[in-house]
């Protein structure tokens, strides 16, 4: 059995290739992770004080990992996490696998490499005797394991969330940033942002949905979006059409759209309603509400924010969003690339992963 | 002759068959000069009787559409309506509604199309849904009591879910006890129930099932065919006696195929086209795109619906439905449309 600190330098080895996905990071830096998450860095080797006992941390092991398609990050994150702690890790990858994550794990030395199993399939082994499992994906993929998994698993499930941005300077640059958070991984990720707020009212609004539509032109043209299958193509092309028929009989709606394919869509809606597209580049574009009013104007849908991503970023701003109570806001441009410590949907990322028994 | 009066001649075969193009792009223009929501979008698209000169550019609306009811997509006054039929769906969801004012076409269309496609006549029909009085709203429910009174007039008692959604498996059974040959409606889901309740029960010899609705379940989705194996075994039935048919609240026509057919088939009154969703144009010949439908029975609406599932043209009027894309693996864990999806009748 290895000690965290031999588990984070022998991940320190693979700094590079990791801090892609994770973002940079360094031995301090996981150490401090684990002194927020589980109270002292030698939690996990030690018997520690707390309070008037001494207690030690325990991972939740075999840590079963189902991780979505989408992008990269999640099976990174998840499997660092569960490496952290000392769990061994179980890893479903979707059909198809994710080659990025997979080559990865060839690289690593020995110690931690022997820590990992991958597969694409869900045998009986692992569904019945994993200590926990950490799911990712959408509500189609969490129903399916809810009930392949037996009742009384731990789970920890991440998904479906959307994200979105508020727009408070509207901008050719903040355009390119909603363009970034936009268009990264076609929008599959929960940190992926769906719908912008701008403030100003409907006419900055409009404007601004026109500049966003030359970003998301200009983006598209510099990186094209890779082939997608008919049924996203038929998606948009259906939430188009309704945008179109909607805007005919006259309510306040407009939409631009990529000629000739599907690539990017911009939809102005004066209504506020928060409501999830069907992905792959396509956004909608909301004059902002006012602050006290934003939980009602955005609707049911606000309860599944993940993150909201402003422009500027200040907490004057975000502070004025307290009222949805959003796990995460960030600068504009940042939503998919979160800090190694935050809390992904509100949820602590290592301390969810380790049991405690006390002594004393 | 009146275009309404013309078109029911022509399903009940009293007149002469005219031709297609021309009585289409007659109901396009009437439907353009009485039905103000869809003419304005069909303005929007620069689709109009003026610039459309075959009905493959007759303009088709989404499904959704009828979901927006304060564009309400009929033909005529309010006041005039005299049944709506809603798409399914919980107290949340936003249901679509398609409003006729007279339901003769929609009848006719059901009866002709049945003859036409020579579907064997359901003496001994037995329905796995509510009755017509508990679900005046369903297209479906509609759909098998027009049927019903058509062809068997005195089996007005055979509706087998009660208005709690109580589903009475024991009718059946005495039924099927009896030894002569019966049909049995249902939606697929209602089939699933039954299939799901473990006790098999054997159809008389000469017995066959009408199943329709997606397979797009509460909890998981199923595979047709799979699901289509287990229904044959539980009812012990040949499992090309499993007549499916592809219909919608929105249309008034429906398409069947026999389990083990290639495609559906419409009535001659309907057209179907294949479109790329990606550049809105017809898909390739052979290649898979998105399903269209022409209906000229739905005369009181829009005959040119634009439905969410894929499917390969076979020809004018039939094609092999692939339903949502099965390449489609479910990825990433972002919050879409679709999550707010329900089946759709």
């Known amino acids: 059995m290895i000690t965290a600190a031999q588990r984070i330098e022998a991940l320190l080895a693979s700094r590079d290739a990791l801090a892609l996905w994770i973002g940079d990071f360094d031995a301090h830096r996981f150490n401090q992770l684990l002194e927020t998450q589980l109270g002292s860095h030698e939690a996990l080797d030690l018997w520690v004080r707390r309070g008037d006992t001494r207690a030690r941390a325990f991972p939740l092991s075999p840590l079963l990992h189902i991780v979505s398609g989408n992008t990269p990050h999640a099976a990174f994150q998840s499997v660092v996490r569960g490496l952290l702690v000392g769990s061994h890790n179980r890893v479903k990858l979707p059909t198809g696998g994710i080659p990025e994550f997979e080559t990865w794990v060839t690289a690593l030395p020995g110690e931690l490499s022997q820590l990992i199993e991958i597969r694409e ?190 422009h500027p970023f200040t907490d004057a701003f975000a502070d004025r969003l307290e009222l949805l109570a959003a796990p995460r806001v960030c600068s504009l441009g940042r939503s998919q690339q979160p800090p190694l410590f935050w809390h992904h949907d509100g949820r602590p990322p290592l301390a969810d992963l380790v049991t405690w028994r006390d002594r004393g | 002759m009146a275009l309404r009066e013309r078109l029911l001649d022509w399903m009940n075969g009293s007149g002469s068959a005219p031709a297609f193009e021309a009585i289409a792009l007659e109901v396009f223009r009437h439907q353009f000069e009485h039905n103000a929501a869809y003419a304005r979008y069909a303005r929007a698209l620069d689709h109009t009787p003026d610039t459309v000169a075959t009905w493959l550019d007759i303009p088709a609306v989404p499904t959704d559409a009828f979901k927006l009811t304060r564009h309400p997509l009929r033909g005529f006054p309010a006041e005039a309506t005299r049944a709506i039929f809603r798409t399914s769906g919980t107290t949340r969801d936003v249901r679509g509604e398609h409003a006729f004012d007279d339901l003769s076409l929609y009848e006719t269309s059901i009866l002709q199309g049945w003859r036409h496609l020579d579907l064997p006549i359901p003496e001994n029909p037995w329905f796995l849904t509510q009755s017509p009085e508990d679900a005046p709203d369903s297209s479906l429910v509609h759909m098998f009591s027009t049927l019903q009174r058509a062809h068997a007039p005195l089996a007005r008692d055979r509706w087998l879910i009660d208005d709690t959604g109580r589903l009475d498996s024991q009718r059946l059974a005495h039924a099927a006890a009896e030894g002569r040959p019966l049909v049995l409606f249902s939606t697929a889901l209602a089939l699933l129930r039954l299939v799901e309740s473990g006790h098999p029960l054997p159809l008389p010899a000469g017995s066959w099932i009408f199943e329709t609705g997606g397979y797009k379940g509460v909890r998981v989705e199923l595979d047709p065919s799979e699901f289509r194996e287990k229904v044959a075994a539980h009812f012990t039935i040949v499992p090309s006696r499993l007549l499916n048919e592809y219909g919608m609240t929105e249309l008034s026509s429906p398409f069947y195929a026999w389990n083990g057919e290639p495609c559906h088939q419409g009535s001659p009154w309907t057209r179907i086209r294949v479109i790329d969703p990606d550049s809105g144009k017809p898909s390739r010949p052979g290649a898979p795109g998105y399903l269209e439908i022409l209906d000229l029975a739905n005369f009181g609406s829009v005959a040119a619906i634009r439905t969410q599932d894929l499917a390969i043209a076979r020809d004018d009027r039939s094609f092999t439905l692939l339903g949502r894309d099965p390449g489609a693996l479910p990825r990433g864990c972002s919050r879409r449309a679709d999550d707010l999806l329900r089946p759709s009748r």
């Open chain 1, 121 to 310: 399939d869900l045998p009986d082994e692992w569904r019945l005797t994993s200590a926990a499992a950490v799911i990712f994906g959408g509500s189609a993929t969490i129903e399916t394991f809810r009930q392949q998994l037996p009742a009384g698993l731990p789970r920890i499930e991440y998904g479906p969330k959307l994200s979105i941005a508020m727009v408070f300077s509207p901008d050719r640059q903040a355009a390119d940033l909603a363009a970034i958070d936009i268009l990264a991984f076609e929008q599959l990720g929960c940190l992926s942002v769906q719908a912008v707020y701008v403030a100003g009212g409907p006419l900055p609004t409009r404007e601004f949905a026109l500049t966003l539509a030359e970003a998301l032109a200009r983006h598209r043209e510099r990186q094209p979006r890779p082939a997608i299958s008919l049924s996203d193509a038929g998606a948009i092309s259906n939430a188009r059409e309704l945008v179109r028929f909607r805007a005919a009989n006259g309510e306040d709606t407009a939409l631009i759209e990529s000629p000739g394919d599907t690539s990017w869509t911009v939809v102005y809606a004066s209504d506020p309603t928060l409501a999830p597209g069907p992905l792959n580049g396509y956004v909608t574009v909301h004059p902002l509400p006012a602050s006290g009013q934003l939980p009602a104007a955005l609707g049911p849908e606000a309860a599944h924010l993940s993150t909201v991503a402003l």
